[in-house]
């Protein structure tokens, strides 16, 4: 192996990758026992659909139970939105509530927003799931409502805070050997959750994607010029690299730019470090797509 240095002149491509704004509401679940936080937590953030006018997701961080409001096992959880339309977003948060977390043994809900720049009220689309038989109460020095189920009780805090962030700052890693996808990805995440105020919606993502497309219903499609299996089909039009086989796309959104760039630069180091991993790109579509336009190799300065 070259040295870092000597990687990031070999192996990054001077381009950007484009991200764009979001908001973000970040929220800590609790529960009896850390099986039951993992599970509320891996559902919550299970599908991401900020693509098609749905809310995505990630796990921040694992949270011990000192740090949480109630003192039981806890996640950080960010979830995200693409537009400024926040009665919308309310209703999109609700449905991740209410169907992967109200749902699970013992949980409660609680704001963690940093500066926020307004705030939700969760009666409306969480707290009625009590069908009027809900109330409020001040707990852990919050105002929290209780609502009723079968297992008492859910609690979820009164109002959750949003934040404005960036969203699908992105680098591509192209690898020859297929084991490199995973090895090198897990690297990258590893490296990525040790900086606070990131997720990685997607973590490993095989579908790079293009905004245009031939099936507009269906929203964005394969970003084909970058798909492998159609080097040989498509020829001159194939913009992947001799002897590149995979290209794992790594996707993340942060609270601010200074810890995006942060992510990206760590994970970026992480997949440079392995020998088939011979290029680093990023995805952008000529500017036109995102506000942010964040150059790789720029990140290394």
Same mark, same amino acid.
């Given at each position: 192996m070259t040295g870092t240095y000597g990687n990031i002149e070999l192996k990054v491509e001077d381009t950007y990758c484009e991200a764009f704004k979001g908001i973000c509401c970040r929220v800590i679940v609790t529960a009896e026992d850390i099986e039951t936080v993992k599970r509320a937590a891996y559902d919550a953030t299970s599908t991401p659909g900020t693509v098609i006018g749905r809310v995505e997701g990630g796990i921040e961080a694992w949270v011990d139970k000192t740090e949480t409001p109630d003192n039981r096992y806890g996640a950080l959880i960010q979830f995200w939105y693409n537009t400024n339309d926040i009665d919308k977003f309310n209703v999109e948060l609700s449905y991740r509530i209410r169907q992967d977390i109200l749902v699970k043994p013992f949980t409660s809900l609680f704001d963690a927003s940093i500066h926020p720049v307004g705030h939700m009220g969760t009666m409306k689309n969480v707290g009625h799931c009590g069908d009027g038989y809900e109330w409020e109460e001040e707990l852990y020095g919050r105002n929290m409502i209780i609502v009723p189920i079968a297992i008492p009780d859910f609690k979820i805090e009164r109002e959750l805070g949003y934040m404005n962030g960036i969203m699908g700052a992105n680098f591509w890693y192209m690898c020859t050997e297929k084991e490199t996808v995973k090895s090198a990805g897990k690297a990258a995440l590893d490296a990525i959750k040790k900086i606070e105020g990131v997720i990685t919606p997607f973590d490993i993502c095989s579908a790079a994607s293009k905004p245009e497309t031939n099936y507009p219903w269906i929203?964005?499609?394969?970003?084909? *010029?970058?798909? *492998?299996?159609?080097?040989?089909?498509l020829n001159e039009v194939s913009n992947v690299p001799d002897n590149i086989k995979y290209i794992p796309e790594i996707v993340i959104n942060g609270l601010n730019k200074k810890v995006l760039k942060e992510a990206m630069k760590t994970g970026i180091e992480a997949v440079i470090a392995f020998d088939d991993v011979l290029h680093v790109s990023a995805g952008n579509y000529d500017g036109n797509l995102g506000e942010y336009h964040i150059n790789l190799k720029e990140l290394f300065i």
């Open positions: 929203g964005p499609t394969t970003n084909h *010029p970058y798909c *492998p299996s159609l080097k040989d089909v």
